[in-house]
């Protein structure tokens, strides 16, 4: 059972996530927005869970919080949430009320197959009439794929549990919270590894 405490912080709608000393160091001409969503089914269209974190002005700050999809959750069996752990929980225009002032007005949309959480982003919020249009992206798949196996990949080289283990990053997988953790550490594993720019790849969004 979830604490008072934390049922408190779910309900209104964001929960701050500890961080430990960042040691990759992001150009602070532009902001950084790292996004993982849990879906409620197949559909892809309902947020049942949410980790961001935003790295801006040389300051850290990550959020988590269960959704309520307002629909039967369908996938328990990936992310082990069920349709009573989201009782309480905010619907998605409830939490973007209280998340989105906390965002830089501009940033680079940062995730791991970023297609997809970025799509799901999209149709949860235009529901409530909200548009979600970011300018540009990073997807770690696509600097893992230069760095890592030089553009040479085969089927499930690029998941996220392959190269955290890797990689040596910890992971507990299908949880937003520590998917949205993995996926920073990886991207910072890489480009330190590579001694490449952060800025060589972000990419405009169409």
Not at 22 to 35: I, M
Request: glycine share 6%; proline share 3%.
């Amino acid at each position: 059972m979830k604490s008072e405490e934390n049922t408190a912080k779910i309900q209104h709608g964001v929960e701050k996530m500890p961080h430990g000393v960042r040691k990759y160091e992001y150009p602070t001409d532009k902001s950084f927005v790292f996004v993982d969503v849990e879906t409620a089914n197949g559909a892809s269209d309902r947020i049942c869970a949410i980790g961001l974190i935003v790295v801006a002005n040389g300051a850290e700050t990550g959020y988590y919080t269960l959704i309520n999809p307002q629909t039967h959750i369908t996938l328990s069996f990936i992310h082990g949430i069920t349709d009573a752990d989201v009782q309480g929980a905010p619907t998605m225009d409830e939490f973007w009320q209280v998340m989105a002032p906390l965002l830089p007005k501009e940033f680079v949309f940062v995730a791991h197959n970023y297609h997809f959480d970025l799509s799901v982003m999209k149709k949860d919020l235009g529901r409530f009439g909200i548009q979600f249009a970011p300018k540009e992206a990073l997807d770690t798949m696509w600097v893992a794929r230069d760095i890592l196996y030089h553009f040479k990949t085969v089927r499930g080289d690029l998941k996220l549990n392959v190269l955290s283990e890797r990689l040596g990053v910890q992971l507990f997988h299908h949880n937003a919270a520590s998917d949205i953790q993995a996926t920073k550490e990886v991207l910072e594993k890489l480009l330190t590894q590579g001694n490449r720019r952060i800025e060589e790849f972000i990419r405009k969004i169409k």
